[in-house]
């Protein structure tokens, strides 16, 4: 099994940014991708961006495409996801995930994810 691990998380004002960091560990050898959700209070958890284990390919929901980056450090079994001018909207708890199934594009759907990390707030203030 794969565990995770999410920090970084925090109050930041509209504009700021802030670095999310989740640390895997476990069998982290069958990690084909990993992903970053969140969901806010009464909506559902929804796709923020996601990166191969191997071939770095990315890909990002559109509301965040441009203000949000994600990477990994395979030495440190480390994805990280970059927030840059963060909005009201951007408030939520974030999840770390990751996708043991073999693929090879990095999926968008909860439902490819198999282990989930306990989540970290962030809050972003008007």
């Known amino acids: 099994q794969v565990q995770l691990v999410e920090s970084g998380g925090g109050l930041v004002p509209a504009g700021g940014s802030l670095r999310l960091s989740c640390a895997a560990s476990?069998?982290?050898?069958?990690?084909?991708?990993m992903g970053w959700f969140r969901q806010a209070p009464g909506k559902e958890r929804e796709f923020v961006a996601a990166?191969?284990?191997?071939?770095?390919?990315?890909r990002y929901a559109g509301s965040v495409r441009g203000r949000f980056t994600i990477s990994r450090d395979n030495a440190k079994n480390t994805v990280y996801l970059q927030m840059n001018s963060l909005k009201p909207e951007d408030a939520a708890v974030y999840y770390c995930?990751?996708?043991?199934?073999?693929?090879?594009?990095?999926?968008?759907?909860?439902?490819?994810?198999?282990?989930w990390g306990q989540g970290t707030q962030v809050t972003v203030s008007s």
């Open positions: 995930a990751a996708d043991t199934s073999r693929t090879i594009v990095p999926s968008i759907s909860v439902n490819s994810y198999d282990a």
């Open positions: 476990g069998r982290t050898f069958d990690i084909y991708a």
């Open positions: 990166i191969s284990w191997t071939g770095g390919s990315t």
